[in-house]
């Protein structure tokens, strides 16, 4: 099995502290930005027929795309991050793991597009039950389209599982809780796609798994430095956390 690089060079360490602060701010942009389409359209209805819509609906949906937006690209952070921190030890299947995790990105920015068209309508036509059909539409667009996204994020959870992979406990334990989060997504975005509503869903129990490397990311980064030929020797347990 692949253990991931143990030095703590440059390279390495900047690669782990950049994962590990996207991850990190990502986490509260996803607090603030996270959404229920049931919610939001029970407030939306709200509205009144020929009148502007309801303030709370407008502002959601912005907040929506704006942070959205900026997750998507958080994520590439992390991807290049994670790319710098095992490209020395299985550079291919290193370069297959953060690629997902791009192309997921790249997707989660084009469903973002659904939200954006939605917000564009609450801000340039009244309210009605036409405008809220259409806008509700675009929302319900934005899930599917997220759930074929999180095909790609589930792939890069499971090769990333397999990268952390060694003899220690920490990372065990960590690469059996990344594999477990990607197979978590992954029922998710099937059940998503089959039916309009999941009975159940794993992401809040798969989640804590990123919450784990994201705290081993930052220890990784704040191990210090190992210089010359001393890395060769440190190199079981440079990154032991």
Not at 21 to 37: H, K, N, P, R, S
Not at 150 to 168: D, E, K
């Amino acid at each position: 099995m692949p253990v991931p690089d143990q030095t703590t060079s440059p390279s390495v360490r900047l690669g782990a502290l950049v994962a590990g602060l996207a991850y990190l701010l990502m986490t509260a942009l996803a607090i603030a930005a996270a959404f229920d389409t049931d919610a939001l359209s029970r407030l939306a209805r709200s509205g009144i027929d020929g009148e502007a819509w309801p303030a709370d609906v407008t502002s959601r949906l912005l907040i929506m795309v704006i942070g959205f937006a900026v997750i998507a690209l958080l994520d590439v952070a992390i991807a290049w991050g994670l790319y710098r921190l095992f490209k020395h030890r299985r550079r291919r299947l290193a370069l297959a793991m953060s690629g997902m995790r791009i192309i997921y990105a790249v997707l989660f920015l084009h469903a973002l597009t659904h939200v954006a068209g939605a917000l564009e309508i609450t801000r340039s036509a009244p309210f009605d039950a036409g405008t809220l059909a259409v806008a509700m539409g675009g929302l319900e667009r934005f899930e599917r389209a997220w759930d074929i996204a999180f095909f790609f994020f589930s792939t890069h959870l499971i090769l990333l599982g397999y990268l952390v992979y060694a003899r220690t406990l920490v990372h065990r334990t960590l690469s059996v809780m990344l594999v477990i989060a990607g197979l978590g997504y992954l029922a998710d975005s099937t059940i998503g796609l089959a039916m309009n509503k999941a009975p159940f869903v794993f992401a809040p129990f798969t989640f804590v798994g990123e919450m784990a490397l994201m705290i081993w990311l930052l220890a990784v980064a704040a191990r210090p430095g190992v210089a010359g030929d001393d890395r060769q020797h440190s190199a079981q347990s440079a990154v032991r956390p």
